[in-house]
């Protein structure tokens, strides 16, 4: 399929053939799901700590006698069930990540890409190169293109003016190639593809 090819400056540049398997899919919601949450997984922390019943701070002598109270039989303070007391089967710090296949990984990014392309939010540039790092400049660019939230995929390695000039811009992110992840495509309303990123892609995901 084609898809015309635009400057920075709004003008014409041509067009590009884009794969039918990376871009022509029918998007499916449960595999889009299953990729945005295992990456979502894999990025939290999992550092939540409670204290147990062995580290709160109370004195470990036993509280009252044990018979003859007509109340219930403890130990020290430090029980679950007083206040301050230790929490019982609380969080500890682990990995929330789980395993994906890098075969089901590939699909779920050819699906985002066909999504994209579907919903009308796919733009492809001939570059994304300026030949001075000015935020300015590229900030007044984004905006006579209309993008308001922007995803730009550049090809193996960014142009350092423009990577520099799209670092204080809120609503432009800029990855190279290989860092093109499904959860920051979903997550933009415009996909920006420069040509050498739509050649990377495809030989990423053949």
Do not use: C
């Amino acid at each position: 399929m084609k898809l015309d090819v635009i400057k920075l400056d709004g003008g014409k540049a041509g067009s590009v053939d884009l794969d039918e398997g990376l871009f022509g899919l029918e998007p499916r919601a449960d595999i889009l799901h299953r990729v945005v949450r295992w990456q979502r997984n894999n990025a939290q922390q999992g550092t939540h700590k409670v204290k147990t019943r062995s580290e709160t701070s109370y004195s470990t002598k036993k509280i009252y006698r044990q018979k003859g109270t007509g109340g219930a039989r403890h130990g020290d303070r430090n029980a679950p069930i007083f206040r301050k007391g230790g929490i019982y089967k609380g969080p500890t710090p682990r990995s929330h990540g789980h395993d994906l296949t890098k075969k089901f990984r590939k699909l779920g990014l050819r699906h985002a890409l066909s999504a994209k392309l579907k919903a009308g939010e796919l733009v492809v540039i001939e570059s994304a190169e300026l030949s001075e790092a000015k935020t300015s400049a590229l900030a007044k660019q984004v905006k006579n293109l209309g993008w308001k939230r922007a995803l730009i995929i550049d090809g193996a390695e960014l142009n350092e003016n423009f990577a520099t000039a799209a670092r204080n811009l809120q609503t432009v992110d800029v990855l190279p190639s290989v860092g093109a992840n499904v959860y920051d495509i979903l997550k933009s309303d415009t996909l920006v593809i420069t040509k050498a990123g739509v050649e990377a892609l495809e030989a990423r995901l053949k």
